[in-house]
């Protein structure tokens, strides 16, 4: 089992930035990738981004050149900072790891880009 715990949401204004933080514990040895998926209200959840364990990254379009996504292997913890929010971007964001058997999902954070 993985247990993942996010943190760093919150309320900003348009063109700000917030960074998110999740922290997985458990079975991390057998995750291969982790990243982050959101849902606004009415929407299904979309992919934002990922990294493998090696290191490689993905981003959706939306997101690409604005949000950047890293890993502290130390910590167990990935990082998506945030930049240059938009009020599209408010979302309640979610963290996920992916292991050979089992995809994990964090509780979710909101971030909220409005004056």
């Known amino acids: 089992q993985v247990q993942l715990v996010e943190s760093g949401g919150g309320l900003v204004q348009p063109g700000g930035s917030l960074r998110l933080s999740c922290a997985a514990s458990?079975?991390?040895?057998?995750?291969?990738?982790m990243g982050w998926y959101r849902q606004a209200p009415g929407k299904e959840r979309e992919f934002i981004a990922i990294?493998?364990?090696?290191?490689?990254?993905n981003y959706a379009d939306s997101v690409k050149g604005r949000f950047i996504l890293s890993r502290d292997n130390a910590n167990n913890t990935v990082y998506l900072q945030m930049n240059s929010l938009k009020p599209e971007d408010t979302a309640v964001y979610y963290c996920n790891a992916r292991t050979a058997l089992k995809s994990y999902w964090g509780q979710g954070t909101q971030v909220t880009v409005s004056f």
């Open positions: 990294i493998t364990s090696g290191g490689s990254t």
């Open positions: 458990g079975s991390i040895f057998s995750i291969y990738a």
